[in-house]
């Protein structure tokens, strides 16, 4: 009898680690989706910048492709 409570209390102990090292992965992924989300953020609001020094510091062009005489 106590070979198969010694296995199931081994189970157990297996069973809570396994949990333990599932929430802190959990928590991991939680914050690191946080980040990643912050970081576009951050990049989006840099193309826009970047899109309106670029609209400002040059004339805009009416002709994107200008097409040559034929």
């Known amino acids: 009898m106590s070979l198969v409570s010694s296995d199931s209390e081994g189970e157990q ?12 992965t959990m928590k991991l992924v939680t914050n690191l989706s946080g980040q990643l989300s912050e970081l ?8 826009k910048q ?3 020094i670029g609209l400002l510091g040059h004339p ?3 002709n994107v492709n200008p097409q040559q005489p034929a």
């Open 60 to 62: 805009p062009h009416m």
């Open 13 to 24: 102990n297996e069973l809570r680690s396994l949990q333990e090292k599932l929430e802190s």
């Open 50 to 52: 970047k899109q309106r």
């Open 40 to 47: 576009k953020d951050q990049m989006t609001e840099q193309r």
